[in-house]
Structures are given as C-alpha cells and as structure tokens.
C-alpha cells in the first residue's frame, strides 16, 4: 500500500512536470520548427491566454470556453505579428531573439501600463482528492490529460489536415511548396497563429493556479525554451521525448530538494544533453537514421 | 582604397620602421582607420578626461557607471561578432567575479593593495571557469542556438543558486552570501599610497581609472582582432568548416576568444561591485543575460568601436528614459530593438557609417573609411 | 609503389543504407585521379571520410603509408591534403586577399605572406579583384578562389569536388591547366567530375564509383570502351 503510494506521487509529481512543458513548449516548438524563428516573446502570448481567459470568466463564461477563448485571442495576436514583423525573421534565428525579446518587452510593459501591475485571477477548479495521506488537486490531472491530448493532436491530427500537410511541405522546401502552388505566406501566417494559440492555450490552462501578472510568461519562458532546443530542430520528432526526459529529472530534483533545486536540476540536465548530443534529441535520432 | 592603406602601414612595419602590433591598429576587422579616425579619437579621450572639469561628483560617478558595463559588451563582441559564437554566459562571469570580489575583500579587508589582488583573483576565476566551460562546449563540438540555450543555462544555474542562499549558513569566511538581497558593504578598490590608502568611491579618481582601463583595453582589443588570431577567428565566424580545412583547429581559437570574452564580463563584474559596493543574483537574471546582447546587437556586434559607441548610447537613452519617461522606457527599448533588427540588422553604428558613405559618395566625394 | 592515399575495405553505413562499401582504392603519387559515376554513386561521401567529416563504419584510410581513420580534419589538413569544396566554401564577407591571407598564414611569416598572396593570385588570375569582396566574384572566380586556398597549405594531395561546376567551355579549360601546371609542380590529385571532356584533359586515371562500390578502374580510354560503365550511367541497373 505504502509502494502505490509513493508510485502515485511519483508519478504525478512527473506528469505535472511533463504537462507543463509540453503544454508551454508545443506552441514555441511549431514556431521554431517551422520558421526557425526563436520567439522571445513566446511567454507574452502565454500571458495574453492567460488574462483574457480570466476575464472572460469573470464575465460569467465557463472554464472551458473561457480557454477557447484566451487561445483563439493569442492565436490571432501570433497573426497579427507575423503579418508585421516576423516574417521578415524567417531563418535568422539569432537576429529574431533580439527583435522578439524587443515585442516581449513592448507587450509586458504595455499591459503593465493599460491593466496595472496585477489582475484578480480566478481560482483552481475541481478540488482536491488524496492518496495515502497527501492531497492533490484533480484540476493538475486534467491539465495531464489535455497535455497527452495536445500532443496526441499535434503528431496524429494535425498532419492529417490540410494545414498539416502543407505545412510539413514548406518546412521540407518552401520553394518547392510554392512551386506546387501552395501558398507559402498563408501557411507560415496560419502555422504561427496556431503556435501562439497553444501557447494562449497553456496560458488559459494555467491561470486558474497562477496570479495574474503581466510578467508571467517568464514563468514559462526558459523551461519551454529549453525543452524545445534538447529536442532539436525536428520539432515533431524532438520535443515530446526531450519534454519526457526533462520532467522526470525536474520532477526526481523538486521531490528531493525543492522547487528551486526542480529548476536547477533541469538546467543542469539541458547542459549535459545537448553536450552528449550537440544537436539535440532529433539531430541525433536522425544520424542514426538516414 | 582602405586596404592598400593598410597593407602600405603593415609593409612600413615588417620594414621595421614601426613596431608591427601598431600597424594592426588600423586592421581590417575594425571599422575606423587612418589619420582621420584616430584625430577624432585622441579628441574623444581628451574630452573624456576633461569632462569631470565642468560637471559635478554625480554626474562623474554616473558615467563611471556607464563604464562599468563596457568591458562585457566589449567581450560579447569578441566572442559573437567576431568569433561567431552567441554567448549569454556573460552575465554569469559578470555575477561570479563580482560575488568573488566581495567575498574577497568581505574576508580580509582593503588594506596593503588587497583590493587589487581580489580584483586579480576574481577575473582569474572568471578565467578559469570559462577554460572549462569552454573546453566543455567547443571540444563538445557545440554550436549555434545549442551554444547560446547552455551558456543561459550555465548562467540561470548559477542565479538561480545564489537566489536561494539566503540562510546564515550560506557564508564563505565571513561573507554571508544573502540571497535575493545580495552581499553589500564591501571595499571598494583601494589603491595603496604612502600618504594613506585611497579608496575609490563613485567619484572621480574612479572614473579615471575607468577611463585608462576601458581606452586599454579597446585597442588591445582591437590589436588582437586584427592580428592573426583575429584573421582566424573571423574566418571561423564565416564558414567554420573552411577554415578547419585551411588546418586550423578552430576549437582551440574558439576556446580562447571565449576565455578572453568572460574575464573581461568578469571584469565588468568586480568593477560594478566596487562602484556600488553591492552585488545581487538579479545581476545573472534573464533579463541581465540578455542585456549585453541586446548592446552589441544595437550597436553592431561584428565591430569594437561600434560596441563601444552602441553600449553607451542604448544605456544612456535607456536611464534617462526611466528618469523622464519612466513606464514608456521599456516600450521604447522594445521598438527600437525591433527597428534596428529589421533596417539596420548590421546595426546602429555601420548602419548610420553606410548611409553616411553613400550620402557622400552621392555628392561626388570619394569614399575615405 | 607507394600509394599517396589508399583506402582498405572501407565502410561506410547511415541506418540501413550502405553508401560505401568495402571500398579499396590506391592513388600513385603525382598521380592526376578522376572518380566518376552517376548520381547517388557515393562519390561525395567518399571525400568526407576521406577528410574526416565523416567517421567510416569500418576500414581505414592511409595517407602516404600513415593511417589517418582517427585524426580529426585540421590534423589530416595539416599531413597535406587539401580540398576544394563542390560548393565554393570561400569566406564571402571578406575580400580576395583576406581569404587567401588566411589560407597562407598557416605556415609563412611577416613578408613572405605578402608574397606568396601575390603569387597565387597571380596563378588564379585573381590579381585585379584582390581587394573585392569574395562574394561579389562570379561564380567561376568563386571557384578558382577557392582552388588558390586549397593549394595555399602546399598540400601533397589535393582533392577538388566538382570543380567545373557551373563553368564555361573556356572557363573548364583553364582549370584543367590550373590542375596540369600543379601536377607538373609535384601534387597529386583527385577529383570528383561530372564533365567528361574535363576528365578527358586531366586524368591520368579514372575510378567509377556505383553503389558506394568501385565499379571500373583505368585510363579515360578504357572506360569510355566499357560497356557495363555506359549501362549503368543509362540506367538499366535496377535501384534498390
């Protein structure tokens, strides 16, 4: 009994880990994957997930649909900038740090100066259940589920549809893709609007645990960043494994001394990994194939 | 035309007529040569120096400030704009000479010239862990967006530790190192004299041996860009695989260029330390790992001078724009990044000497840089 | 004889694919060596184990009787092989001297730099653009750069990967007596061609490469005679 008990901690200490940066990575690792694109300004669409679930919640609107709505609003942010800005950043990926750290800049600070230093939030659905003496909150397994959801989308789903399919052939060769007539334009537009709408979404999953502030998206930023460069560049390949490894020893870290030993831990994993694979996960998943 | 000048200074030199690590002043790699380029810079350090003459203690210690800092944009521009190598470690050798220091001198006090050899030590360590952190990312053959994701990470490693040393027993001697707030209360570097030791507070005599250090330590920098070294280095930043099958083995050039790099962030770090006597784990925070990157790429990360100038100029604009313009600061900063990386990605300094050039050449006058 | 480069029952393996395989090859030294075969024959692949790019599955590789299978590529650079690349692997953002400068200041000193610059811009026929950007050169010129690089470190062997791609009749010519008046100063050479007359100009020998194998060996005359070599280029063999 006391083994299922620790094996139940074990694992939603590990699920919890692995939920939150897949759910904060996916939308990032599209971007990058697609573009070459390192959006620093990722979290601010996190953020705007965030503050519009919330008030559209307050506004007597239920969770869910509440979500919906955060994400389609960052989804048509991430369109907005990339009609103006980033597509001019298309595989610079050094010169799109500066230009994105400068909207994350632009976006925290305005919304700090139009909504105020904070917001009241909303709080944690669904209650809490216990297992052998400790309690855990049921909404975290939700937001698991919605992880292996997302993922099971992104990888099964998503190149299935025609958005998929052409967007896996402008990553291949954009040339090539126009020169089938596909409207390269419109699938870079369409790919990052989806990127920021599932960081919107992390970002509306999240608020129910989180205070509102206009710098949260730092909370998300390095974790995400870092899960999706372990997994190198082929994204669809890389991410989900990189996210796998580095949960279970943020997770094995946070149990053993804290959250700020879970942070430094991870940090240290990334380090070691990309050293034994300077590529990342996917660059050396791909050598060992082709 | 510019490199016949050039070539003509280094055929006077190997003619023994002027030492050779002169002729490399007028290199290649560095934007700003010839009679007209070095008039105008013995004028600026003229007005450098004088300049405490007609303003006041504050003002002078501010600026001192603004120095501080240059020896890291100077390095990050080593390491990124000539070697090729984006680094955000900067921030952390920054943050470790700096807590050195005041370890350092918390433990045995300024007297007999102490200060300075803290000052030695803590950049020597600096140096140290960068040869080992180096060794580990270029013999690990990493590069790119792979190099840039371990530096923050070694420098998020190492905020993120010193954040949580807020306890007493967090104590090196008798140095608490104090968490989120940071170490305060020591020395600043004493210089040892016979009528009685000075210390140098945020005023004047800093700012001058400020001032001698950063003139310093520009033009070996720009001596070693344009030397041999310098040649292989950018050749590394171009096509890296080239230049290993010319035979040079470009870990090696990259391992130094980085070496250099962070002693001088770690330099930045002990002087910062010593104009304020205080060091926090903010210092080595995202934010402050991105900061030299933004600098150099503002100013223009493939040039020295172009650093230097772009350094002062985004932490000038920024400061007042925090005094006067207070919330609209970071919004300004943010727009400018984003204009500077879409018109003038080489940026600001041999974007503003391009359109000059052309604007002159336009007239009829021939081209003189 | 002494083989300048010899390779024994060389492999090389990505995943299930075998692109060389149990590959013997000999080089004379002072020898002119062309290797030819169609498309996806290994040829490329061939060169980077041979500079070390890539590491091989088994066998080994000898430069003038010394084994080199585990020197990294500026180590093998430095025992005197040289090569240009297929796609000029010149450094753009610098000027034609600079790139040069760079190439030969590996092993000279102070004046003599200055000199030697001057000579291999004299043998590339580059003297007039030495202080253009490299970028900015046609892409023949990008070519010949890369070629005064290459033979900048003095090398014993020089390998160049297709290096009339892209040329002009006239253009191609000269290259091929760039390539005679080396060999007459003692290198030898091996190159990857496509063009035939080029091989026809040059090669002392000729190696085909189908399949990550050695197909054919001989003088230019053999293998345009061999029947077996003109199927595969047509096509009859059946892909795997």
Redesign the interface.
Known sequence: MEFLHVAFSAFYQFGDAFAFLVLSAAGLAIIFGMMGVINLAHGEFIMCGAYVTVSVVRLGVPLPLAIACGSLAAGLLGVLLERTIIHRLYHRPLDSIVATWGISLIITQGTLILLGSTMPGTSTPLGSFSVGGFSYSLYRLVLMAVAVLVLVGLYIGFPHTKLGVHARATIQGPQMAQALGIDVGRVYSLTFGLGAALAGLAGGLYAPTMTMVPTMGATFLVESFVTVVVGGADVFLGTAPAAVILSMIKAFMTAWGGQLAGQIGLLIAVILVIRVLPRGLSGWLLKERS | MAATGRDAVIREASRGRLPHWLGLLNGPQTLGRGPGFWIGFVLSVLAAAAYPLFSDGWTVGNTAYFFTWIFMALGLCLIWGYAGALSFGQAAFFGLSGYAYGVITLNFGAAHGLTLAALLLSVGLSSAVAALLGYFLFYGRISGVFLGIVTLSVTLVFSTFMAQTAGPEWTIGTARLNGYNGMTGMPPLTVPWFGGDIPLYADVPLYYVLLVSVVLCYLGLRILVNSRFGNVLVAIRENPQRAEMLGYDIRRYQLIAFVVGSSLAGLSGVFYTTWGQYITPSSMGLTAAAMPIVWVAVGGRTDLTATLIGTLFVLAVFQNLTIYGSQYALVFMGALLIAIVLFLPQGLVPGLVQAVGRLSRGKGRKETT | MNPILLTKDLQKN??G?QVARNVNFAMRSGEIHCLIGPNGAGKSTFFKLI?G?HQPSAGSIFFSGEEITNY???QR??KGI??K?QVP???????V??NL???V??HLE??EI?REIEQVLNFIDLRSQA?ERAGALSHGQQQWLEIG?AIS?KPRLLLLDEPTAGMSPEETFKTGEMVHRLNQEGMSILAVEHDMTFVRQIAHQVTVLHFGEIFAQGSIDQIEANDAVAEIYLGTSDVK
Do not use: C, N, R
């Open positions: 990505f995943g694919v500079l790019e990294p590529s500026f650079i430095q040289s090569v690349f692997g010149i450094f753009k953002e610098l000027t001297w600079q400068q760079i190439a200041q590996q102070g004046s200055d202080y690089m470190v």
